[in-house]
């Protein structure tokens, strides 16, 4: 008996020992992709681009900065799909490197821009995106009256926009309304009053940080009934 007990266990295999060599490797997994790493550059305008600038009434005789006084700012986007772009927009040579920074941020937080291109904000009329969703800077304009007091974009409120400087963005205008009393001249902003339901391209709060990490305001605060949810700029008006 104890014979045949010693058989079967010579029988048995043997435990394995593992040396550094031969132990199971943990498999690895890889974190997901972070994409393209975010870019910013700008540059003077091009003479076919002040050409196109002033053909289509962007800036005139009497504003009050020149077109040697803006920049073609790039900066890297991510679009309506989330994959990351170039977003190009005019704006003063002062806020170059302010407007860098935050757009960084935004990029960083995956923040969704429609349209944001030279020829949608400045080109023909025809081409230009039928949405109007378009985020821009340089507008040599009044600032436009608040919807409370009637009037239209084209009568002005008889003082400079801080667009007319290059100072100022704004961002997805159709999700971000020009809102005052309860009213929009867009007949299509009414859905996105409720800033507390949260729609794709929204202003956030954490879009809203972005810019004021670089001392730009929001419309949004301003005081009183009148917001500017889709405007920011170097002053906060």
């Not at 009497?62 to 077109?67: A, F, N, Q, S, T």
């Amino acid at each position: 008996m104890v014979a045949a007990l010693a058989i079967a266990a010579m029988a048995l295999p043997l435990p394995v020992a593992h040396t550094a060599a031969s132990r199971p490797t943990p498999q690895r997994v890889a974190a997901p992709a972070a994409g393209p790493a975010f870019r910013s550059f700008d540059r003077a305008l091009s003479p076919a681009q002040r050409k196109q600038i002033r053909d289509h009434h962007f800036w005139h005789k009497g504003c009050p900065v020149g077109l040697s006084d803006v920049r073609l700012l790039t900066v890297s986007i991510r679009g309506w799909d989330g994959r990351s772009r170039l977003g190009r927009m005019v704006v003063n040579e002062r806020a170059t490197q302010p407007l860098a920074r935050a757009f960084r941020r935004l990029y960083a937080l995956h923040f969704p821009i429609r349209h944001m291109s030279f020829a949608d904000f400045y080109g023909p009329i025809r081409g230009r995106p039928k949405d109007g969703d378009v985020t821009g800077s340089f507008s040599c304009r009044q600032a436009v009256p608040s919807p409370c007091n009637g009037g239209s974009i084209t009568t002005g409120s008889g003082h400079w926009s801080m667009h007319a400087y290059g100072l100022a963005v704004d961002v997805n205008p159709v999700e971000n309304p020009y809102v005052g009393c309860g009213q929009s001249r867009d007949p299509h902003a009414r859905k996105y009053f409720d800033r507390t339901r949260h729609r794709k391209g929204m202003v956030t709060g954490k879009a809203v940080a972005a810019f004021a990490s670089v001392g730009w305001g929001w419309g949004g605060a301003w005081a009183g009934n009148t917001k500017d949810h889709m405007h920011f700029s170097s002053t906060g008006h």
